[in-house]
C-alpha cells in the first residue's frame, strides 16, 4: 500500500487513484468474462495486481495473459510475482501499442481486454490512442472492460464503444463504475 501511494505522489495522472483497487472491485470486474472461452486476455495497467491475481486464479491453463505497465516500479513488481506463471506476460508499455503486444503472442484480438487506467485524469489524446487501439484490438467479438469512481467519461466511451453493461460496486473505495463495452467498429462500418 505504501509503494503504490509512493508511485501516486511521483505520478498522480497516470496512477489515478491513492491505494490500489480493493478485492470486491475486483471480483466485480471479473463477472462478465467467460474463462472456460478466453484465449487472450489482457489487462492495462495492473499496477499492484489488484485485478491481475483474480484473473490469474480464474483463467484457463491454456490462456495467455498479457499485463501492459508502464510505471517500472510496479512492472519490476509484477515480473517477479509471476515470473513462474505459465502463460503470463508482463510488458513494460503503453496500452496505446496494444496490437503490437497481441501479434507478438500470437493473437490478432483478444477475448478481453480489463483496464485499470485513470481515464478520467489521462490526457484526451492519450485516452483517445488508447481506445482506438482498444477498439481494433477487441474486434467484433471481445469485451473491454473498465471502472471508473464517476460515470463523466460514459460519453467518451460512447464515441468507441457499445456499453453492454453498467456495474456498481459500493465495497470499493471510492465506491466504482464497472462499464461493459462491445466495439461499435461494425455499427459504424468502418
Known amino acids: 500500500m505504501l509503494n503504490f501511494l509512493i508511485q501516486f505522489l511521483k505520478s498522480p495522472r497516470s496512477i489515478g487513484a491513492i491505494a490500489p483497487s480493493g478485492k470486491f472491485l475486483a471480483r466485480k470486474m471479473m463477472e462478465p468474462i467467460r474463462f472456460d472461452n478466453a484465449k487472450g486476455i489482457v489487462e492495462f495497467g495492473p499496477g499492484t495486481g489488484s485485478f491481475t491475481r483474480e484473473i490469474v486464479r480464474q483463467k484457463s491453463r491454456d490462456s495467455v495473459l498479457i499485463l501492459i505497465e508502464n510505471n517500472r516500479f510496479f512492472c519490476q513488481q509484477l ?50 490512442n488508447i481506445l482506438t487501439s482498444t477498439q481494433k484490438a477487441i474486434g467484433k467479438n471481445g469485451q473491454f472492460i473498465t471502472f471508473q469512481y464517476s460515470l463523466a467519461k460514459k460519453k467518451f466511451f460512447k464515441c468507441y464503444f457499445n456499453i453492454t453493461e453498467c456495474l456498481f460496486e459500493l465495497r470499493n473505495l471510492p465506491p466504482a463504475y464497472v462499464l461493459v463495452m462491445k466495439s461499435s467498429l461494425d455499427k459504424e462500418g468502418i
Open 79 to 128: 515480473k517477479e510475482k509471476y515470473k513462474n506463471c505459465q502463460g503470463v506476460y508482463v510488458i513494460y508499455g503503453n496500452a496505446e501499442n496494444v496490437n503490437e503486444y497481441l501479434k507478438k503472442y500470437g493473437f490478432d484480438t483478444a477475448d478481453y481486454i480489463i483496464s485499470g487506467l485513470p481515464f478520467t485524469s489521462l490526457p484526451v489524446k492519450v485516452s483517445e
